[in-house]
């Protein structure tokens, strides 16, 4: 059998860094938006026992090392259901290192199709619980939607849906190692902190603008001068297009911009675009 199955990116609406954990990790508080930029991941049972990854891009890494097979293996091992055959192959259009969890959303989606395939009857939470062993946005991923998210990210709580729009997403030249980043990070010296309840209640309302006006993530004040001179530069183009508000999505370097109608949404992007970006327009879903 094959199952083929969507992954769709996330967005930050707000990102914020309560302080570093015993393990090594750091408390999270952000709201989180899945958006229809898709990868598509196809899982076909195979004999045996083995698991294999193909990708569609040669700078990422396939077999053991690419998340989807991790979560492939973490699902057998947490249910202790009989080992099965499986080629995975994902077709890529979400970047890599680009803060929107093409990675994350790949494992969630293999999560997905092993749960409809073997154990149909295993409840969602079960499900998102054992995406955490997967990686920090993979719970999420697995829900999808307009989440409040805690914790490493595990904690989630559903938010009203985002009002109707449209975003405009630009990823740079570079990228950035979530892990660099946080390096950088010194909570007590963060400055510009997301307001979540007064997201909450922009969501609640259902009133764009006023999700715009809560934008924030954090990571934008770590950056370096070259990186955020790049960021800022994207920020204005969409601003100045029309965008409602424009942020860093997670630890960069996307950003994305918040329009009422497709059509300032695509012009933005057509304006955006150049060889050395990665440019896209999705709506929340």
């Known amino acids: 059998m094959t199952i083929t199955e969507q992954a769709p990116a996330k967005v930050n609406l707000t990102l914020d860094i309560l302080g570093k954990r015993p393990d090594g ?27 294999s990854v193909s990708v569609d891009r040669g700078d990422l890494p396939a077999g053991p090392d690419n998340i989807a097979w991790k979560a492939a293996d973490v699902f057998f091992r947490r249910t202790g259901l009989p080992r099965r055959g499986l080629a995975i192959a994902l077709q890529k259009r979400i970047p890599a290192q680009a803060g ?14 092993l749960r409809r395939l073997y154990a149909p009857d295993l409840p969602m939470a079960e499900l998102e619980d054992m995406a955490a062993a997967v990686g ?20 989630l709580q559903d938010l009203p849906p985002m009002p109707a729009c449209w975003l405009a997403l630009c990823k740079p030249a570079f990228g950035l190692s979530t892990p660099a980043l946080f390096g950088r990070v010194r909570t007590a010296e963060l400055k510009r902190r997301p307001d979540h309840g007064a997201m909450e209640q922009a969501l609640r309302a259902g009133e764009l603008t006023a999700v715009a006006r809560q934008l924030a993530n954090v990571f934008e004040e770590v950056l370096t001068a070259e990186e955020a001179r790049e960021i800022r530069a994207i920020q204005e183009t969409l601003l100045s297009r029309g965008a409602l508000g424009a942020v860093m999505t997670g630890s960069g370097p996307t950003v994305f911009g918040l329009f009422s109608e497709q059509t300032q949404a695509e012009e933005a992007a ?14 929340p879903v």
Do not use: I, N, W
């Open 100 to 113: 929107m969890a093409g990675g994350s959303a790949d494992g969630a989606a293999v999560l997905r199709v």
């Open 270 to 283: 057509a304006a955006l675009r150049r060889p050395d970006r990665q440019v896209f327009t999705a709506q």
């Open 25 to 51: 990790y750091h408390d999270l508080k952000m709201v989180m938006q899945t958006v229809s930029l898709y990868d598509t991941v196809t899982v076909t049972e195979t004999a045996g026992e083995s698991v």
């Open 136 to 155: 920090s946005d993979v719970p999420f991923c697995v829900r999808g939607g307009t989440v409040l998210a805690e914790g490493r990210g595990e904690r």
